[in-house]
C-alpha cells in the first residue's frame, strides 16, 4: 500500500472509512438524492401523507375549510399547477410573514415541485401554530405523475 494511503488509515482508523462509505450508501439511497423530498407525516403530527389520488378526491369534494399553496417561484406557478391554488414562493423574503397571515384553523394542502420547499414550509408553519396540514406525495412531480390535472396556460399556435 501507498505511504500516503497508510498514513490516512493511521489517522482515522481503520473502521472509519467504511462507516463513512455505509453513511454515503444511505445517503444515496435516501429520498433527498433523487429530488423527492421528505415526507414530515410520520414526524408531525400537524400533518396528514396523502396520495396524490387522495389530494385530488379531497379536492374534488370541496372541502369547504382546504387552502392549496402552492410554494414554487411565480414561473413554475404560472407553468402549471393544481386548480384553486395560491402561489406564496416560499424562496421569497417574504414567505414567512405571508404564511403567518393566514388563519391557522384551516386546512392546508401545501406542495412544491418535490417536497423539500415544502419540508421546510412545514417547518414554518408548525412553528407557528399551523395544526392542519396536508402533505400531497411526490408533491406537483407526483400529481403529474398520476396523470392529474393541471391549470395550464393556453397553448399559442
Not at 48 to 60: C, F, I, M
Request: proline share 6%.
Amino acid at each position: 500500500m501507498e505511504p500516503h494511503l497508510l498514513r490516512i488509515r493511521q489517522i482515522l482508523g481503520e473502521g472509519l472509512i467504511p462507516a463513512l462509505a455505509v453513511l454515503a450508501i444511505i445517503f444515496l439511497c435516501s429520498p433527498y438524492s433523487r429530488g423527492q423530498g421528505l415526507s414530515f407525516a410520520g414526524h408531525n403530527p400537524a400533518v396528514t401523507l396523502l396520495t396524490p389520488g387522495q389530494a385530488y378526491e379531497l379536492l374534488s369534494s370541496r372541502a369547504r375549510d382546504l387552502v392549496i399553496l402552492d410554494i414554487r417561484t411565480p414561473g413554475e406557478f404560472a407553468a402549471g399547477h393544481i386548480k384553486g391554488a395560491i402561489n406564496m414562493d416560499y424562496r421569497s423574503g417574504a414567505f414567512a410573514r405571508e404564511i403567518g397571515r393566514l388563519d391557522r384553523s384551516r386546512t392546508y394542502l401545501v406542495y412544491c415541485r418535490t417536497g423539500r420547499r415544502t419540508a421546510g414550509a412545514i417547518d414554518i408553519m408548525t412553528a407557528l401554530g399551523f395544526r392542519r396540514i396536508i402533505q400531497v406525495a411526490g408533491d406537483i412531480e407526483g400529481w403529474k405523475a398520476a396523470g392529474l390535472p393541471l391549470v395550464t396556460p393556453p397553448r399559442r399556435e
